[in-house]
Every structure is written in structure tokens, then in C-alpha cells.
């Protein structure tokens, strides 16, 4: 099993930033893909940035240049630094841990921490 715990969130003003923390535990696999997903009130959940176990990344378009997740391999630590918030940056940020084997793929999942960006 693995846990996945989220830290990081808060109420900023428009123009700030914040950074999310997530830190894994359990039984990791040395290849593995993590990610910060978010959801609004009322929208589905959505895929935001990812970064595989070799340091390479993928953007949402609504976050690029903004946004900027980094990992630390050695802690099971994945970060999100968050610069230039917006109001529609407003939701829930839920950590996700994917890895499997040759014929199959799991998802964990942290708590989730909610971010409010005030305008």
C-alpha cells in the first residue's frame, strides 16, 4: 500500500503564490509517474502537472509558465509551486502516485488541500 500526504494550501491574494507538498510512503516502486491534479466546485477532476521518476514534466496549458512541480527522489517528495495565482486556480489539489507492472497501473491518492485565491 502506499499514503500519500498533501500540505501546502491556503487562501492567497490574486498575484501570489504557494507551494504544495506531498510526500509518499509505503511500498513505492522505483518507476512511477506523480501528479497534482485540482477540482473546482461542480467540475471534474483534472491532470494539472506531472513528472515522471526521470525528472520529466507535463503542463496543463491553464498552469504553464505559472506553475512548476519538482520531485525529491531520496524524501518520495513531489512540490508544486504555485506563482502568479489566479481566482480560477481556486479548487481542491489532490497529489496523485501512479505505478504498476507490466499489465497493470494503480492510483493512489492524498487527502486533498484546498487553495483559495482571492481576487
Known amino acids: 500500500q502506499v499514503q500519500l500526504v498533501e500540505s501546502g494550501g491556503g487562501l492567497v491574494q490574486a498575484g501570489g503564490s504557494l507551494r504544495l507538498s506531498c510526500t509518499a510512503s509505503g511500498s513505492i516502486f522505483e518507476d512511477n509517474h506523480m501528479a497534482w491534479y485540482r477540482q473546482a466546485p461542480g467540475k471534474q477532476r483534472d491532470v494539472i502537472a506531472a513528472i515522471t521518476s526521470r525528472g520529466n514534466t507535463n503542463y496543463a496549458d491553464s498552469v504553464k509558465g505559472r506553475f512548476t512541480i519538482s520531485r525529491d527522489g531520496a524524501k518520495n517528495t513531489v512540490y508544486l509551486q504555485m506563482n502568479s495565482l489566479k481566482p480560477d486556480d481556486t479548487a481542491v489539489y489532490y497529489c496523485?502516485?501512479?505505478?504498476?507492472?507490466?499489465?497493470?497501473?494503480?492510483?493512489?491518492w492524498g487527502q486533498g488541500t484546498q487553495v483559495t485565491v482571492s481576487s
Open positions: 496523485n502516485l501512479r505505478q504498476g507492472g507490466s499489465d497493470y497501473l494503480k492510483d493512489y
